[in-house]
């Protein structure tokens, strides 16, 4: 019983957690690294316990940032890359410019946001959009592309028009690339959201991370990372939660042990 249970795939994760965790103290005692390049893992523990209630205030701040980005990402990119999938045109037109706006690095346009937005929470949601939005359209156009033409001459054959085409057949065949391009967009939007933070801004997480760096307290810095990390990991399991829901036909979703 006690075997099957420290073997559960829920409790997986905790356990290696646990186990990173005495490696990192072990690694601290072994090699006498210092407590201003690596804080003891108590140290950061006592100052998670310390910070507690500041932290959640400001992580709340850096999640609804987030998660406004990560739908206005959903909102813009699935429709545009619906366009690009069904047009040649608009995608020799779009894809392109697509691309090459992710090469422009997110740090040097972001003090444009607050000299255009101001100190609010928009240019975080602008940047977390800007993370969020170019995996959610490549995922979705390939999903698209990767429908069976013959089940598509299937459904014409029968008389279904291209409405009922899309909703039976298009659409549920792309769901699974939709979805994976969701699971890399919410955590790269979690990114964005602390970089409008470290840009401009005196809230959320990424000011704390600002804060401690500054005053060189590594304990309230790592704790912080601990947090940024958990808030990624819970947006990432509120996709997987619903993937499960909506496509639970999908191979992806058999158990493996």
Request: net charge positive.
């Amino acid at each position: 019983m006690l075997r099957r249970l420290l073997l559960s795939p829920a409790l997986r994760p905790f356990a290696l957690i646990l186990i990173l965790l005495v490696l990192w103290d072990l690694a601290i005692r072994l090699f006498k690294i210092p407590a201003y390049l690596i804080p003891q893992p108590e140290q950061v523990v006592q100052q998670l316990i310390a910070q507690w209630s500041y932290l959640l205030q400001e992580s709340y701040k850096t999640t609804l940032a987030t998660v406004g980005g990560f739908g206005l990402s959903i909102l813009i990119g699935i429709p545009l890359a619906m366009v690009i999938a069904y047009s040649r045109v608009v995608e020799s037109f779009v894809y392109p410019l697509l691309v090459f706006s992710q090469s422009i690095p997110k740090v040097a346009i972001a003090p444009l946001f607050v000299v255009w937005f101001g100190f609010g929470i928009f240019p975080k949601v602008i940047c977390a959009f800007l993370l969020g939005f170019f995996p959610i359209v490549v995922s979705t156009v390939m999903g698209f592309k990767s429908v069976e033409p013959d089940m598509l001459d299937l459904a014409r054959s029968m008389g279904a028009s291209r409405l009922q085409t899309f909703f039976k057949i298009s659409l549920p065949q792309a769901m699974p690339a939709i979805f994976s391009g969701l699971k890399v967009s919410v955590t790269l939007a979690v990114v964005g959201a602390v970089v409008g933070e470290f840009v401009g801004s005196n809230s959320g997480i990424g000011y704390v991370l600002q804060v401690a760096n500054g005053n060189f307290d590594l304990p309230l810095m790592f704790a912080g990372l601990l947090v940024l990390s958990t808030i990624g990991v819970l947006l990432f399991l509120v996709v997987d939660v619903a993937e499960r829901l909506m496509i639970p036909w999908h191979a992806s979703q058999r158990q493996v042990f």
